[in-house]
């Protein structure tokens, strides 16, 4: 008798102490959700080369912006897993605001999650209107962040497509409707648009470039091709 009790004690303990653990483990995600979650986007770093982005101009996307989802953890936990679906074309680097992210074919969740998004499937670099979408996080320096903190008029915006580069100056900064579509649409002058969100989500942070020139990779100047060739900022 005396040992069938014992073992009840041993079992409440082990039960108790587990759920301790549980608690524990549950407690520190809430804590540290927000720091697991830019960690999983900062390792999303893909190689972009010529060969990749001409394969992948070839792959189809989504631009359905109903069905994207605010930035959570769950999100981004499946863009990680799910980062074969994410077709990356290009590269965007704003030394003066520290944005070098990948740029990637539509807006879907795990596109947003990690990278810039293009907004329409008949955008070129260099052509018209090149409008592309981001996420605003918590941190200062993830994904389109910095455009909220740091992005100015007179700044320089380049692209490439791992051939060529192409350089636009910051002409506009403004705030903008989430409903307002047309600032997405093609243009005659040849534009960048980035957008992305508020400091409240409700309504849109939008930057606007001018176009300047373009080049061969090769020719960008040593600066451009070291800051393409660094670490993304996602």
Same mark, same amino acid.
């Given at each position: 008798m005396a040992k069938k009790q014992s073992v009840k004690k041993n079992k409440r303990r082990w039960w108790g102490t587990l759920g301790f653990v549980v608690l524990i483990l549950i407690s520190l995600g809430l804590i540290f959700n927000e720091q697991i979650k830019e960690w999983l986007v900062a390792t999303y770093q893909p190689e972009v080369t010529r060969q990749s982005v001409k394969k992948n101009q070839r792959k189809k996307a989504s631009y359905d912006f109903k069905k994207v989802k605010s930035l959570d953890f769950q999100t981004v936990a499946k863009a990680r897993l799910n980062s074969k679906e994410i077709h990356v074309v290009g590269q965007i680097y704003i030394p003066q605001s520290k944005i070098h992210l990948p740029i990637a074919k539509g807006v879907s969740n795990p596109v947003l999650a990690l990278t %810039?998004?293009?907004m329409r499937p008949d955008q070129k670099m260099g052509e018209n209107n090149y409008p592309l979408a981001g996420h605003h996080m918590v941190?200062?320096?993830?994904?389109f962040s910095p455009l909220y903190y740091k992005t100015k008029v007179g700044q320089k915006i380049y692209l490439t497509n791992a051939s060529k580069v192409y350089e636009y100056r910051v002409t506009v900064r403004k705030f903008i409707a989430a409903t307002d579509v047309q600032v997405v649409a093609p243009t005659k002058q040849k534009l960048v648009t980035l957008i992305t969100c508020d400091a409240t989500g409700a309504n849109r942070l939008m930057i606007r470039g001018k176009y300047v020139r373009q080049m %061969?990779? *090769?020719? %960008?100047?040593?600066?451009? *091709?070291? @800051?393409? %060739? @660094?670490g993304f900022n996602n």
């Open positions: %810039a998004g293009t941190s200062h320096s993830i994904l %061969a990779y *090769r020719q %960008a100047p040593e600066s451009v *091709r070291k @800051g393409f %060739a @660094g």
